[in-house]
């Protein structure tokens, strides 16, 4: 495969290549080092607790998969980009590629024939520190939840239900053990790096994260490209403000993880506080003009008929733009997976969105080109595949079983899915 190309050519040409393996460092809440956040839970690189962070970057399991990429050959642990790309012109895989590919060809160019990369360094950093979070959101789990552990004990207890447990014996999971050691390990990187991307759990409520931004305003490195995805519903650490934190910084890109609005929002991702979440955005956008927020919804059943909504009325109060909407799309688990939608519900959605993109048309003379990308990839992701109706029964069952721990009643919240709940709970 001849890499010697322009990122252009290397999207529309390669199934399988990557740049993210020459640049990147993705630890997940377990402490395995991944190829980037889409890899599913349990596959591994390496865990950075057992192994030390240099032998993860050149080991054997790296070798072999950069060996694999460089011959356009699929790792299994990337099936979630190649599940994307048979549906839609989107991945994170094509992303990273237009993002990053010409940065790595030196390194590429300089990989051995085994896949030993001596000249690639950790450039762009994704370490989920630990599972700490203030919300437990229903598509979730404790894995990424220490919010989630009563309630995922609880179901494991009384319905033998344990998806949503990811320890049985704590609730707050460390992924990495000696933390000092690391940011010690990472410190020799910090001159070199590019992006940082902070997400969780909970990236505010975590110490690690203010660490980091206090090193890079020691070295003055704040044109650094600082990315988040988080739920605004915390803007102070102890004696932390990030409002402040971030007026030192000049590339700061916020991507708010909220799916829905009101009442909605507060079931959906559970310990939201919606006020709190709109009065925390209004500080930012007085204090830090020049912060870039974004909407980053997990599209799926229980939201797809309000997404659009929410975006309207943000845009309307002038926090984003009509570009500011990016739905990332649930895989699972699959009885919120939108291709389970009933053929009519989907036509519905589907109705909704363009009827929203009408909306911007009409309203603003922006390029719409990137609302347009990710509504219409949404759409033809539902419609490509119909999954079975079983899946409905069970997203209703499990909705039973969280309303009565919770004291919730979903149904009447999300009237929009009366066909749902009246003819698949049982």
Request: hydrophobic share 35%.
């Amino acid at each position: 495969m001849d890499f010697d190309k322009t990122p252009e050519e290397v999207y529309k040409d390669t199934k399988h290549y990557c740049p993210l393996l020459w640049n990147h460092l993705h630890i997940n809440t377990q402490g395995d080092v991944q190829p980037c956040c889409m890899a599913p839970f349990g596959t591994s690189l390496g865990n950075i607790n057992e192994i030390p962070l240099d032998k993860i970057w050149n080991g054997r399991a790296m070798k072999k998969a950069r060996r694999r990429l460089l011959k356009d050959m699929p790792l299994s642990t990337c099936k979630g980009c190649y599940e994307k790309e048979e549906s839609s012109d989107w991945s994170l895989r094509k992303a990273s590629i237009m993002k990053y590919h010409n940065s790595v060809k030196p390194l590429l160019a300089t990989t051995y024939p085994d896949g030993t990369s001596i000249d690639s360094k950790p450039t762009y950093w994704d370490i989920r520190f630990s599972n700490i979070c203030n919300m437990r959101c229903r598509m979730c789990g404790h894995f990424s939840s220490s919010k989630w552990f009563a309630d995922a004990k609880k179901l494991s207890q009384e319905y033998n239900n344990s998806i949503y447990l990811g320890n049985k014996d704590r609730a707050i999971i460390h992924a990495v053990q000696d933390t000092e050691g690391l940011l010690n390990r990472l410190n020799e990187f910090l001159p070199h790096i590019q992006e940082i991307y902070f997400a969780g759990g909970e990236p505010m409520l975590m110490e690690e994260h203010y660490r980091i931004l206090t090193r890079l305003d020691e070295l003055g490195l704040h044109n650094t490209f600082i990315r988040y995805n988080t739920n605004f519903l915390q803007l102070y650490y102890k004696d932390k403000d990030i409002v402040e934190l971030w007026k030192k910084f000049t590339n700061v890109f916020c991507s708010i993880s909220v799916d829905t609005y009101g009442d909605r929002a507060e079931i959906l991702r559970h310990d939201t506080v919606w006020n709190t979440i709109e009065e925390n955005i209004q500080r930012v956008k007085y204090n830090v003009p020049n912060i870039k927020i974004n909407i980053t919804p997990t599209i799926q059943i229980l939201n797809i008929f309000t997404i659009t909504d929410l975006h309207q009325q943000w845009c309307e109060k002038g926090w984003v733009g009509p570009n500011d909407l990016f739905l990332n799309i649930l895989h699972g688990p699959e009885f919120y997976n939108i291709k389970a939608l009933p053929s009519h519900l989907k036509l519905k959605a589907e109705e909704k969105f363009n009827a929203h993109l009408e909306w911007l048309e009409n309203n603003y003379n922006d390029n719409l080109y990137s609302i347009k990308n990710t509504i219409n990839n949404s759409i033809s992701y539902m419609m490509s595949e119909q999954l079975d109706e079983s899946w409905l029964q069970e997203m209703c069952k499990q909705t039973s079983q969280l309303d009565i721990i919770r004291n919730q009643n979903t149904p009447a919240t999300f009237p929009e899915l009366e066909y749902i709940w009246s003819n698949y709970a049982k």
